[in-house]
């Protein structure tokens, strides 16, 4: 059986190639940075759709679908994003032979699409929460080398766009995103941490924005979403107003929340190993692969007893794959330890006879359940595999993260760092230097290690200083 190369030493081509072996995308499509979903790769974005969507959707959102080619009047609107976008964005500028007299902007990003139109629906204070989110495609112009999930041009985007009546209330708005991705990180099995980004690394337009950071080995970091608030930046330019219940007109608050499918590349990066992907029951295509043994004589009532063992198994609610293929029982295996199916529930002739199963998970544990209990012990081994999950990451997640006391402790960083910071531009782009990398921003919550209280600045001295985290974006 091939080897893929050394996660931790060689991380990109590692992940290149386990989402090959996968079989999750396919990047031969004629434009680069754009990929094709394969249809195993669909079945875990539609599970990462349900989650996002069953989370939000608590929280009082609603869908909504805007289109997806912007008037350049209505996305020149404000200036900060526009400049943060310009090198991004894609232009139709001709219907047919007929050049158009506004070209359209294909949407990097849907601020500009909807707030026009937000303008129109938001009249009152009882309009107000106004909370929609769309799933939909966006477009941007990478220039950095594309890779799939993580950097790609074509990018499959959940956008949560909101107004609120005033500035607390959209401070109130950013708190409740970062709640509900704590509901939607626990399904995905991810441990993160929501960091504050200093002032030059906020969204374009925005007051400020909080990202959803993880470590993926050394000092690498991903960001995995963000949650930003706007407060009147764009009310302002796109003349988003109410009447008051004093009479007054006031200008909206706004939010947004912001996630990808960067979180299908996210699960396999952390979760990944050797083998190849190990995906969590909730993301999991596949969450059990029935494979019958069936050489020799008997197979037929091998075949018969896997059938049955599948059928009960989805009557359950398990997502559930029979390979019944020619191949040879260990080449099934490989494959779909590979794919990163949990659990692997092998059937032959004394499992058949018994009404028993050999169930396998991937993270390498082996055992017989039945002939009694076999539906319940499927279900509670897949429980059971996710804990452990669980545990593995979080234990690499709280490896992830040391204190460093001077800039020169950050130069070949082995994990991400902690420094204290005075919170200057001058000082951030000292340790940004030092670390070849980013300073991320100061953590909104407590961080997996005891920290206690931070010394002087790492690039001025100075006593008032805070925690910050540094590290290397992928
Ligand atoms: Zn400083």
Redesign the pocket.
């Known amino acids: 059986m091939p080897t893929f190369p050394d996660k931790a030493e060689k991380f990109i081509d590692w992940y290149l190639e386990v989402l090959d072996a996968a079989e999750l995308t396919d990047k031969r499509y004629p434009v680069k940075g754009m990929n094709v979903w394969t249809p195993y790769g669909f079945q875990a974005r539609r599970q990462l759709d349900a989650i996002m969507i069953r989370e939000i959707e608590r929280t009082g959102s609603l869908p909504v679908e805007f289109p997806a080619l912007i008037p350049q009047t209505e996305f020149q609107k404000e200036k900060d994003h526009i400049k943060g976008f310009d090198a991004q964005v894609y232009w139709v500028t001709k219907g047919g032979a007929t050049d158009l007299d506004v070209p359209l902007v294909l949407r990097p990003t849907s601020e500009t699409a909807m707030y026009p139109v937000f303008a129109l629906w938001v009249r009152s204070h009882k309009d107000l929460p106004l909370n929609v989110y769309q799933i939909v495609n966006t477009f941007r112009y990478e220039t950095k080398t594309t890779r799939p999930f993580l950097r790609v041009r074509e990018i499959h985007f959940f956008e949560e766009h909101t107004c609120q009546v005033d500035e607390a209330a959209a401070t109130e708005r950013v708190r409740s995103n970062l709640a509900a991705f704590e509901g939607m990180a626990r399904s995905f099995v991810l441990p993160y941490v929501a960091v504050r980004r200093p002032e030059w690394d906020k969204f374009p337009g925005a007051f400020y924005s909080v990202a959803l950071d993880i470590p993926v080995g050394g000092a690498r970091t991903l960001q995995i979403g963000t949650t930003h608030h706007y407060r009147e930046n764009f009310s302002g330019p796109y003349g988003i107003q109410y009447e008051a219940t004093d009479g007054s007109t006031k200008h909206v608050h706004q939010t947004t929340f912001g996630l990808s499918e960067r979180l299908v590349g996210a699960v396999v990066s952390v979760h990944g190993d050797a083998k190849g992907v190990v995906f969590p029951s909730s993301l999991a295509p596949y969450q059990v692969v029935v494979v019958p043994i069936v050489g020799g004589s008997g197979g037929e009532a091998v075949l018969a007893y896997a059938r049955e063992l599948v059928e009960r198994l989805r009557a359950r609610g398990l997502r559930v794959h029979l390979d019944d293929s020619d191949e040879r029982p260990g080449a099934k295996y490989y494959r779909w330890e590979t794919h990163g199916v949990p659990l692997r529930v092998e059937v032959g002739r004394r499992e058949a006879e018994q009404k028993s199963v050999t169930v396998a998970d991937r993270l390498g544990s082996k055992r017989p359940i039945g002939p009694d209990g076999v539906d319940d012990g499927i279900v509670a081994a897949l429980a059971e595999f996710d804990e452990r999950l669980r545990a593995k990451a979080q234990a690499t997640f709280a490896a992830s993260f040391t204190v460093a006391r001077a800039l020169d402790e950050l130069r070949a960083s082995t994990t991400v760092r902690v420094i204290a ?4 531009e ?2 951030g782009h ?1 340790v940004e230097e030092a670390i070849e990398g980013a300073l991320l921003g100061t953590p909104e919550g407590p961080l997996p290690i005891d920290l206690g209280v931070p010394g002087p ?6 006593a008032d ?1 805070r925690w910050a985290l540094a590290g290397q974006p992928l």
């Open positions: 910071w005075c919170g200057s001058a000082c000292k600045c790492v690039g001025c001295g100075t200083s």
